[in-house]
């Protein structure tokens, strides 16, 4: 959260709307969720988890889709991860 929050600036509408929606832990159950939800509606995602696999139950081969890996204890990585999204959906969890 805060550290997601302090590293993302606003950005003007349009520019938001045309850049991608990062989803943070997007391996697990909601996350790939929330993406496949997401590119359903046309949007382009950066799915981000530990490993920086594919969801599951989603086409690693659409062209809105993006993987990446983020750590997200590690600040600079989720500053890294989130940089020039539109969106941030935070969906990752401590369990692991």
């Known amino acids: 959260g805060a550290a997601v929050a302090s590293v993302v600036a606003p950005r003007p ?3 938001a709307a045309a850049a ?4 943070i832990g997007s391996s697990g159950r ?4 929330c993406v496949a939800a997401c ?9 981000l988890s530990r490993a920086g696999s ?3 139950g989603v086409d690693a081969t659409d062209p809105k889709l993006k993987l990446s890996a983020c750590d997200v204890r590690d600040p600079a ?3 890294a ?16």
């Open 13 to 15: 509408a349009a520019a």
């Open 77 to 79: 990585s989720l500053r």
């Open 54 to 56: 594919c969801p599951p």
């Open 30 to 33: 909601t996350g790939s969720l």
């Open 39 to 47: 590119l359903r509606r046309g949007l382009a995602v950066r799915a």
């Open 20 to 23: 991608p929606i990062a989803v």
């Open 81 to 96: 991860a989130v940089g020039g999204a539109g969106a941030v959906i935070y969906a990752a969890s401590g369990s692991k």
